[in-house]
C-alpha cells in the first residue's frame, strides 16, 4: 500500500497537465458551485465532454476538481448573499449569512472553507483505506451478488430522491425501460430500437444525462429570471484564530464521520449530509439557541459534512461500480468513456491509477483550499453575471458536448428531448436522478440475474441461500415497503381514532 | 385532482401496455435463460400497476387545478425549448459556428438582455472558446451543415 501511495505522489507531480487540470477544475467548480441553479452535477456533466481526449488521471482530477469545488462553492453564495448556490448549502445559509450580518462575513467564510477542505481530505483518505477492503471483498462476488446488489442500489435512490415514492419509482422503471433498448445482452437480439442505428447500442447515456442535469436547469432557470442580486458585504480578514478552529475539531470531525458515512450509502448525497451535521452539531452543543443566529459551528458542521460526503460517494463507485448519486453517476460515465470500467477489478488492474487520483484528489482538496481563502471574495461576484447570459451559453455547451462525445447529431437530439421532458419531471416533481442510475444499474442487473440463473441451471434458490444476495434483496424490499407501510400505519391511525 | 399525475399515468399506462406486446416477440433460448422478453415484460408490469397508483391518488388529491406558476415565467422557458430546437435545425443547415452566435444574440435579445456590447462580446467569445477546445485541442469536428458541405 504504502509504496502505490508514493508511486501516486510521483505520478502526480510529474504530470503537470493534470495538476493544471486540477486547478481548473477547482476553479470552474466553485463558480458552478456559487452560482445559484447550477449544482455540482451540472458542472460534472458539462465538463464531462471535456475530458475524453484527455488521459484519465488528467480527465478525471478535472471532473474532481468540478465536483470537489462544486459542492464547496455554494456556501461562498449562502454565507454572502443568504442564496444557497446548492441545495447542500442551504444549512449554510442559516449561520453564515447571521455571521455576515453581523459583520462577520470573512470569518464564516474563512470557516466554511476550512470546514470543507478537512472534511473533504478527511474524506479522500478514508476512502483511500476503505475502499481496497471493500473491493477485495467485492472481489468475490459472481452473478447473484451483483444482482442483488443492483437491485438494492435502484430500490434506495428510487425511494429517496423524490417527493413521492410513487413518482420516484415510476422514474426508476421509466429509467430501466430505456435500459432495456438495444442488443439482449445474453442472446444479442435487438430490442426497442425502432429500427434506428444508433440505438443498437443501447440509449446514450451520457446525452441523457447532459440533458437531465444541466439542459432541464437551464430551462428552469429561464423562469426565475430577473433576480438582480449584488455583493455588498464587506469581506474583513478571513482566516478564524487558532483558538476558534481549535474549538471547532470536534464538530469537524463528527460532520466528517456522519458525511462520509451518509456518502457512502446510496441516494444520500452532500444536501441531506449537510443538514444532518448541522442538527448533530447543534443536538452536542451546549448553546443550542445559538444556532441560526450567527454560530461558526453551524457553518462548520454543513461544510465538513458536505465536503466529506464527496469522498464516501466515491467509494461504493470506486468499488462496486454503484453510484450513489447523480454525480457520482456522471463520474461512473466519465471513467466508463476512458475505458475503465468501476468495480473491484479497477483496483487490481489499475491500482497504479487509483492511488494517483485519490493523491490527485487530496490535492483538488489543497487548491480548494488556497482558492477558498484567498479568492472567496471574487468568486461571490459570478452572481452578478445575468442569467440572460448565463443560460444561452450553458445550452450551447450541452449542445456541443453532447455532440462531442460520439461526433453524433443523434445524441444532440437526444440531449435536447432529455432537457425538456427533464424540465418537466421537476416541474412535477418527479425526480431525474432514479433515471439515470436506472440506466446504468439497469443492464447490469439483467445480465448478472441471467447470468445466475444459467449458474444455476434455471433455479431461483440461487438468490436466497447465499448470504450476501438474501440480505441485499431484503434490505430492498425492507427500503421499499417501509414507506407503504407507514402510509398504511397511518391512515389506519386516523380511522380508528 | 391532480390533471398532470392523471396524464402522466394514462401515457405510462400505454407505454408500459406497448412494451408488454413488443416484448412478446422477443426470443427465448434454451431452458434456464428466461429470455429476452422476461425484463422488459416485468418492468412494464411494476411500471403499470404504479401508473394506476399514481392516477388513484391524483383522483383523490383534493382542491381544484394544477397550482401554476407565473404566466411570463411559463412563456420564457417556452420561448428556451423554441430557441433550443431553432438552434439545432440551424445547425443542420449552416452549420455550428454559423448558427452558434445568431443562437446566442437572439436568444439574449429575446430574454431581454440588449446591451450591444456585452452580447456581441458573449457571443464572439464563446464562439471562439468553443472553437479552439473542441476544433483545436480536442479535435472534435463540429457539424457544418448543408450548406457548406
Given at each position: 500500500m504504502l509504496d502505490l501511495f508514493l508511486n501516486g505522489l510521483s505520478n502526480i507531480f510529474t504530470d503537470p497537465f493534470a495538476l493544471v487540470m486540477s486547478i481548473v477544475g477547482v476553479a470552474v467548480g466553485i463558480i458552478v458551485g456559487a452560482l445559484p441553479g447550477l449544482t455540482a452535477t451540472m458542472g460534472v456533466a458539462l465538463v464531462l465532454p471535456l475530458t475524453f481526449g484527455m488521459e484519465p488521471v488528467a480527465g478525471l482530477l478535472l471532473l474532481s476538481g468540478v465536483y470537489f469545488g462544486g459542492v464547496y462553492g455554494g456556501s461562498i453564495t449562502a454565507i454572502l448573499l443568504k442564496t444557497p448556490g446548492t441545495p447542500a448549502a442551504a444549512a449554510t445559509a442559516l449561520d453564515g449569512y447571521a455571521l455576515a450580518q453581523k459583520g462577520m462575513a470573512g470569518k464564516a467564510l474563512g470557516v466554511a472553507t476550512l470546514s470543507s477542505f478537512t472534511g473533504g481530505t478527511l474524506s479522500i483518505v478514508i476512502l483511500m483505506f476503505l475502499s481496497p477492503i471493500l473491493a477485495n471483498i467485492a472481489l468475490e462476488f459472481s452473478a447473484p451478488e451483483t444482482f442483488a446488489l443492483a437491485v438494492f442500489g435502484l430500490s434506495i435512490i428510487a425511494s429517496i430522491?423524490?417527493?413521492?415514492?410513487?413518482?420516484?419509482?415510476?422514474?426508476?422503471?421509466?429509467?430501466?425501460?430505456?435500459?432495456?433498448?438495444?442488443?439482449?445482452?445474453?442472446?444479442?437480439?435487438?430490442?426497442?430500437?425502432?429500427?434506428?442505428?444508433?440505438?443498437?447500442?443501447?440509449?446514450?447515456?451520457?446525452?441523457?444525462?447532459?440533458?437531465?442535469?444541466?439542459?432541464?436547469?437551464?430551462?428552469?432557470?429561464?423562469?426565475?429570471?430577473?433576480?438582480?442580486?449584488?455583493?455588498?458585504?464587506?469581506?474583513?480578514?478571513?482566516?478564524?484564530?487558532?483558538?476558534?478552529?481549535?474549538?471547532?475539531?470536534?464538530?469537524?470531525?463528527?460532520?466528517?464521520?456522519?458525511?462520509?458515512?451518509?456518502?457512502?450509502?446510496?441516494?444520500?448525497?452532500?444536501?441531506?449530509?449537510?443538514?444532518?451535521?448541522?442538527?448533530?452539531?447543534?443536538?452536542?452543543?451546549?448553546?443550542?439557541?445559538?444556532?441560526?443566529?450567527?454560530?461558526?459551528?453551524?457553518?462548520?458542521?454543513?461544510?465538513?459534512?458536505?465536503?466529506?460526503?464527496?469522498?464516501?460517494?466515491?467509494?461504493?463507485?470506486?468499488?462496486?461500480?454503484?453510484?450513489?448519486?447523480?454525480?457520482?453517476?456522471?463520474?461512473?460515465?466519465?471513467?466508463?468513456?476512458?475505458?475503465?470500467?468501476?468495480?473491484?477489478?479497477?483496483?487490481?488492474?489499475?491500482?497504479?491509477?487509483?492511488?494517483?487520483?485519490?493523491?490527485?484528489?487530496?490535492?483538488?482538496?489543497?487548491?480548494?483550499?488556497?482558492?477558498?481563502?484567498?479568492?472567496?471574495?471574487?468568486?461571490?461576484?459570478?452572481?452578478?453575471?445575468?442569467?440572460?447570459?448565463?443560460?444561452?451559453?450553458?445550452?450551447?455547451?450541452?449542445?456541443?458536448?453532447?455532440?462531442?462525445?460520439?461526433?453524433?447529431?443523434?445524441?444532440?437530439?437526444?440531449?435536447?428531448?432529455?432537457?425538456?421532458?427533464?424540465?418537466?419531471?421537476?416541474?412535477?416533481?418527479?425526480?431525474?436522478?432514479?433515471?439515470?442510475?436506472?440506466?446504468?444499474?439497469?443492464?447490469?442487473?439483467?445480465?448478472?440475474?441471467?447470468?445466475?440463473?444459467?449458474?444455476?441451471?434455471?433455479?431461483?434458490?440461487?438468490?436466497?441461500?447465499?448470504?450476501?444476495?438474501?440480505?441485499?434483496?431484503?434490505?430492498?424490499?425492507?427500503?421499499?415497503?417501509?414507506?407503504i407501510v407507514k402510509a398504511v400505519w397511518q391512515q389506519w391511525k386516523r380511522a380508528y381514532q | 385532482m391532480k390533471k398532470v399525475d392523471i396524464f402522466v399515468g394514462l401515457l405510462l399506462i400505454v407505454l408500459s401496455v406497448a412494451t408488454w406486446i413488443t416484448a412478446g416477440n422477443f426470443p427465448s433460448v434454451g431452458d434456464t435463460d428466461v429470455g429476452a422478453g422476461f425484463f422488459p415484460r416485468l418492468i412494464a408490469s411494476i411500471l403499470l400497476v404504479l401508473s394506476l397508483i399514481l392516477i388513484a391518488s391524483g383522483y383523490r388529491r383534493r382542491g381544484g387545478g394544477d397550482e401554476e406558476t407565473g404566466q411570463t415565467s411559463w412563456k420564457q422557458t417556452l420561448l428556451g425549448f423554441v430557441c433550443t430546437f431553432a438552434f439545432l435545425a440551424l445547425i443542420c443547415l449552416c452549420g455550428f459556428f454559423l448558427s452558434t452566435p445568431v443562437f446566442l444574440l437572439g436568444f439574449m435579445w429575446l430574454l431581454g438582455y440588449r446591451k450591444p456590447v456585452p452580447t456581441v462580446a458573449v457571443a464572439v467569445l464563446v464562439t471562439l472558446f468553443i472553437y479552439l477546445v473542441f476544433e483545436k485541442v480536442l479535435q472534435v469536428p463540429l457539424p457544418a451543415g448543408l450548406f457548406f458541405e
Open positions: 430522491s423524490g417527493k413521492s415514492l410513487v413518482k420516484g419509482l415510476i422514474a426508476g422503471m421509466v429509467g430501466l425501460l430505456l435500459a432495456m433498448v438495444g442488443l439482449d445482452p445474453i442472446l444479442g437480439f435487438p430490442r426497442f430500437t425502432g429500427g434506428i442505428e444508433q440505438m443498437i447500442n443501447g440509449v446514450p447515456f451520457i446525452p441523457i444525462m447532459i440533458g437531465l442535469f444541466a439542459a432541464s436547469e437551464a430551462f428552469k432557470s429561464l423562469s426565475e429570471m430577473n433576480v438582480k442580486e449584488k455583493v455588498k458585504v464587506k469581506i474583513e480578514k478571513i482566516l478564524p484564530t487558532w483558538a476558534e478552529f481549535r474549538r471547532l475539531i470536534p464538530t469537524i470531525l463528527r460532520s466528517t464521520g456522519l458525511g462520509t458515512f451518509i456518502g457512502i450509502i446510496p441516494g444520500a448525497g452532500a444536501d441531506i449530509a449537510a443538514f444532518v451535521s448541522y442538527n448533530e452539531a447543534k443536538r452536542f452543543s451546549k448553546d443550542k439557541d445559538g444556532f441560526g443566529k450567527g454560530k461558526i459551528e453551524g457553518v462548520s458542521a454543513c461544510e465538513s459534512g458536505a465536503n466529506a460526503c464527496t469522498g464516501g460517494a466515491l467509494v461504493p463507485l470506486l468499488t462496486l461500480g454503484i453510484p450513489g448519486d447523480a454525480v457520482t453517476a456522471v463520474m461512473l460515465g466519465a471513467l466508463m468513456v476512458q475505458g475503465l470500467q468501476p468495480g473491484p477489478l479497477l483496483f487490481k488492474n489499475n491500482g497504479d491509477l487509483v492511488y494517483t487520483l485519490f493523491i490527485g484528489m487530496i490535492i483538488c482538496y489543497v487548491i480548494m483550499l488556497l482558492m477558498g481563502l484567498f479568492a472567496a471574495r471574487y468568486f461571490a461576484r459570478v452572481v452578478e453575471i445575468p442569467r440572460e447570459i448565463l443560460t444561452p451559453i450553458i445550452l450551447v455547451l450541452c449542445i456541443v458536448g453532447s455532440y462531442a462525445i460520439n461526433n453524433s447529431f443523434f445524441d444532440v437530439i437526444i440531449m435536447a428531448v432529455a432537457g425538456v421532458v427533464g424540465y418537466f419531471m421537476q416541474k412535477y416533481d418527479f425526480p431525474a436522478s432514479p433515471i439515470v442510475l436506472a440506466l446504468i444499474l439497469g443492464p447490469m442487473a439483467e445480465s448478472q440475474f441471467r447470468r445466475a440463473l444459467a449458474l444455476s441451471n434455471g433455479s431461483y434458490d440461487i438468490f436466497y441461500t447465499r448470504p450476501i444476495p438474501l440480505v441485499l434483496l431484503l434490505l430492498s424490499a425492507i427500503t421499499l415497503l417501509t414507506p | -
